[in-house]
């Protein structure tokens, strides 16, 4: 068996199929895609991409798999899928997932495309092992029982990047306990054969251990994910990848299949202010950064089309360039972990039920939404008044 | 400057005070007491001992220092106070320190010792190096405000803990941002010059800085410090004290200036049956283990002596050795740190009131909190009905 | 004083000037140079950059002048040259070094580009922050005794790299003790009071801390910095760039100031099948690996043009396209550390002279060296042949 | 399986065999077995003890089983030695082992013990389990190839003590890549069946691994394992134990069944100066300190009588109490995993063979070997004159 030596969990072997799935330019191009986009212009050590942490997904999976008692057919499938789990994500990842939605319709984790003609590569390396790319495509969807491993409450893909994104920034708090995590998963079936039927949960005695996964992500989204300079630049690369596709016609299926780098160089000569500002972290500043209550529910909840127009009404009534604001209003707080299924005292209860803590967390997540919106230094004062006006914020001018 | 080679901090710089008060037998007896007690018997690489966790305090406290610009005298007496703040605590720590209060009145950070003929060495080294015991005692006590650096809501004994606690366990929970804690404390003062009247606070930013602590804390103590098997042998090792002390006759001073091993040694004969099975990790097994809402107030606020009568009756309803009955009531569950003090725009507030999740935790740490009953395996079935009835439990029988 | 986060050294704190300085285009830029360049190529975790590197070496700085007892002056002209130590380094760094130098005569340490128009915002802020150009560039290229702290034996350069890089690949061999090293750093004076003619060395009872930084570099050297992957991708990567340089006459010096996407991009045009090569890691095989004792010295020692001359031959003679054959020839080995200097018995002594370890290290690092030819894979016997009797290697057909 | 929680491997997880083992009094009784004695009065973190060491061992033999492709029974065998391989340790480990071994002729791997009547629940167990306890007594004692993977030139104890010293120490040098080492072990059989005449090497293209191994213990030697510090407190121990031995007759056996502080509280009666002095850390001093080339071969190679006559030569002839004086010649230098076996070009060497380093520090190890004499602080200078000539070293009075 082949083995890959990754900083974060030392050798991953790599089983026949991972290995030829590995050498595909569909995952190869993961090199190119960071795991945490516009991060590490706070944290600048972090700049470790999708292709490592999708083979440290990968290695997750078959830890857990070892204590999970499959069979080996559907084994497979699920070290496939974990692997290939990220391969839908377009350049800079979360960052042009709003994008790529709204324009196709389609998530990240909807990996149709390994159907297509463009990445045959990919299924035709599935095919020659014995597996099933429609079978594999509905397990990174998250579909079924075991599916939830890959995606889910539970998955081990958010077991991997919060002990990565941690040993990346240097910021402790998303070191969970892979370990016991992988270790205690369980596949409690419905009477029924079919794995896709069953529920996966933690064993008995997990409370903390799944209070920690909560609390670990709920951590790195106050310090790291959500860093209102992370936020600013990424808002700002949003912008600038809308005008790079209104301006060249790009399809977005191309656009999907781009690499990081590709971006940064389109922007020189199609989003040059933007990019070079992104390139060489001369940010916008934020004029409004304020929380829910200051915030009217209509605009908490706009599209993304009421966005853009309040964005350059903004722009014209603080008499400003109208591409030099941007409005960034992320969606309303969730915490999907709170639904992890944990056994207390021999019943499966959803953590939210069996945990104190999680109303809690709930409430903190609540408190620390913010909406922002951004624009060059020296405007910051125009923009901020025209900005309460027209997005009907409770705030001084 | 002399240096110690420290497994969590690396380098610790030593100034020539510090060097001498190493030196002491009082502060080389550290050596001989364990951190974490009974942890051991769950985690077994947690041997660490009160020496390197003082060297850790001393370490943290200076680069708190760093950036809290005292005058040299007042740093100076600090520096000495966070070397010698557990040189108060009896073998095995916190383990033997209820005993200790019980008998003497006094805590392991009442160090009046330090004055006492029997530590003169230790008062000695201070004087010739400038500094006052009374002053350092004091500090170590936590008066004052710079005084809670080394004793408070945000002393650097709870950083230096929570960090090395992980680091031997291998449990991850503990491992918060010490670099940024320290970084980021600051004494605000009332105005007038004098440090004692400042307070100690985390800067503007730093919320969730102090959330890491109180969640760290939280998680540690589920997982950790109160796993059931640590305070199965913790019960075991305190009644064996007791009795090594009932029955020798043993001076209190004298049984605190003892070592761990000291008292291994003196159970061989003293008591013997608990002595062995400590050392052999030969434990009694838990009767009764329930929560606060199973039992009645007056059994979870009793004193010791109660606690003492309702083993006897216990042990004579169930039929077994009066000796053979552990009953383990902690005391109601706290959380010092919700008190931890920060700057939110602008304004001192108290972390409960700043935070969401101090209610959330608090919730949490009363939903662990466990009474239990510990015996030999072969009685448990008699002495659960038994405690049930005398400390008027609400369980089955 | 501001603090940046950094994955290995924690917290770094950094002064006004250095603020500044990592604020300038010419810094910036680094966050877009890969440390080690086609590494991640076999290490996929090891994506760290120039930038973090170059905050590293700042702080180590600082840790090694705290114990220096330099002028306040000489000291910040010395931290400005630790963080602009690599400012000069090209698109991959030491990949375009050679490039560099043959075509500009200047290596990346000639950092005269500090005073020249094109970076004059690095010298702004310089002359801004009381520090003089000339005098930092100078301590770059490590002139004087206080110079070598930023480029010579004991440099704080290798100390930070070796750990870093150890975090990055997962490879554990370049985990030196930095905290150790920094403290045992001496300038011994001449007698005058010109730090410039003092020398650097390591303290008393440090030949073992000296050595472990020569074994650290010998195994990192085997295992990473010249893994035969990375070499094959390197070579072709340096052979993509002469390309790209000839076909469209870019001029050097904006070579110099790319990023490394600048060049993936460029390649898509102007190298695409060694580009795509290298992109998606569907490198070329090796034909020779050969090592010392089995190629003439007139192959070892020839110029690049030579070798550039053997590559055409050798394609030809095989039948292959004149572009499908890379011949990389390292230079001779050394082991520049083996000059570090130690105190032994109060004597300033070379490491080589001081430890048996020194030849045991220069002879591995001999029998390591290998002289590559490589192809694509189906070319392999027909190249190696020809490759044989072009470069008069010792080796069957 | 049942898992425990070890520092440095994560989860440990048991067999059942490892599990009732465990439970054992004599397992148990590791725990109160420091793995570096005295080292932890340098390295004052070092507290680590051989039970948790003995874990690891076991969990390296099993990732190494995992690819040895062995019959079940033996590979059951192999993890039981690998658990059981220190239970013959005395107290304070290897500084206690020439004395057992003098008086009784076993080292501590030559556990017959395990078949007599004291350990016979250690019997019991592995009879239990289908263990014979022969087999496993020959296998700890490294018989046959397999047996070298439990004790030999590339045995897991050798990988797992020198990543947790590292660990414990704060000392980097140790933290070989105990992955890598484990996946890259193979058995080559001589063409019989039988895995007792198999061959335990690294495979093909780990040359530098096993220099790493080398290595990483030499530097460990140089800065941990024979520091001077321990050294000192070590012979003192020793001593120390003679005396307790002398004068009490305790039997061996007993002796070697103690834990490290039933010795340190029998030293307050039988040895109380020397008992003090090591646990307040009030350590003799040097008088002598001198390499191989200042002593005659006759005192390097002298028996232990020779040496305990020395001393009460020095003793006398300096004046002093006859206890005051401690001489501690250690042995030759020698470097056992310098046999490594590694393939080369498919065939297997010697890595002193293979490895131009392997001179090298061989030479190191020889230049690092040290005579020590030594005695309280205020007789150094009659001490030293008097060793001179007792041992006729090579030195100034």
């Given at each position: 068996m082949n083995a890959i030596k990754d900083s974060v969990h030392g050798h991953v072997r790599l089983d026949p199929a991972a290995t030829e799935l590995i050498d595909t330019p569909a995952f190869q191009r993961l090199r190119h895609v960071k795991q945490l986009s516009t991060v590490r212009l706070v944290y600048p050590s972090a700049n470790h991409t999708r292709f490592e942490h999708s083979l440290g997904v990968y290695h997750l999976a078959r830890g857990a798999l070892d204590g999970l008692d499959l069979d080996p057919d559907t084994a497979a499938h699920v070290r496939a899928a974990a692997l290939l789990h990220d391969a839908g994500h377009g350049p800079y990842g979360h960052q042009t997932e709003g994008i790529i939605r709204r324009r196709t319709g389609r998530d990240h984790d909807d990996v149709g495309w390994l159907l297509t003609d463009a990445d045959r590569e990919v299924c035709q390396v599935l095919e020659r092992n014995g597996l099933d790319p429609v079978r594999v495509t509905e397990l990174i969807a998250g579909e079924g029982g075991v599916g939830t491993l890959v995606s889910g409450e539970l998955d081990v893909?958010?077991?991997?990047?919060?002990?990565?994104?941690?040993?990346?920034?240097?910021?402790?708090?998303?070191?969970?306990?892979?370990?016991?995590?992988?270790?205690?998963?369980?596949?409690?079936?419905?009477?029924?054969?079919?794995?896709?039927?069953?529920?996966?949960?933690?064993?008995?005695?997990?409370?903390?251990?799944?209070?920690?996964?909560?609390?670990?992500?709920?951590?790195?989204?106050?310090?790291?994910?959500?860093?209102?300079?992370?936020?600013?630049?990424?808002?700002?690369?949003?912008?600038?990848?809308?005008?790079?596709?209104?301006?060249?016609?790009?399809?977005?299926?191309?656009?999907?299949?781009?690499?990081?780098?590709?971006?940064?160089?389109?922007?020189?000569?199609?989003?040059?202010?933007?990019?070079?500002?992104?390139?060489?972290?001369?940010?916008?500043?934020?004029?409004?950064?304020?929380?829910?209550?200051?915030?009217?529910?209509?605009?908490?909840?706009?599209?993304?089309?009421?966005?853009?127009?309040?964005?350059?009404?903004?722009?014209?009534?603080?008499?400003?360039?109208?591409?030099?604001?941007?409005?960034?209003?992320?969606?309303?707080?969730?915490?999907?972990?709170?639904?992890?299924?944990?056994?207390?005292?021999?019943?499966?209860?959803?953590?939210?039920?069996?945990?104190?803590?999680?109303?809690?967390?709930?409430?903190?997540?609540?408190?620390?939404?913010?909406?922002?919106?951004?624009?060059p230094g020296d405007h910051v004062d125009a923009v901020r008044g025209a900005a309460r006006d027209v997005l009907g914020l409770r705030i001084a001018g």
């Open positions: 893909d958010r077991m991997d990047y919060l002990v990565r994104d941690a040993h990346h920034t240097g910021v402790p708090y998303g070191t969970v306990d892979t370990g016991r995590l992988v270790n205690e998963l369980r596949l409690l079936g419905d009477g029924s054969d079919d794995p896709a039927d069953a529920e996966l949960v933690l064993a008995e005695g997990n409370v903390a251990t799944a209070e920690s996964l909560l609390l670990a992500r709920s951590l790195m989204n106050a310090v790291v994910y959500r860093h209102h300079v992370s936020r600013v630049a990424g808002a700002m690369l949003e912008r600038a990848c809308e005008r790079y596709l209104d301006r060249t016609g790009t399809d977005v299926e191309a656009f999907r299949r781009m690499a990081d780098h590709d971006l940064l160089v389109a922007f020189r000569e199609h989003a040059p202010d933007l990019g070079r500002r992104i390139e060489h972290r001369d940010l916008y500043k934020r004029a409004v950064w304020v929380g829910l209550s200051e915030v009217p529910a209509g605009t908490v909840d706009a599209d993304h089309d009421a966005e853009l127009a309040a964005e350059r009404e903004i722009a014209e009534r603080a008499g400003v360039d109208p591409g030099a604001v941007v409005v960034d209003v992320p969606s309303r707080p969730g915490l999907k972990e709170s639904g992890s299924a944990v056994v207390v005292d021999g019943i499966t209860q959803r953590l939210s039920d069996a945990s104190e803590l999680v109303a809690g967390i709930r409430a903190a997540e609540r408190s620390r939404w913010r909406l922002g919106v951004y624009c």
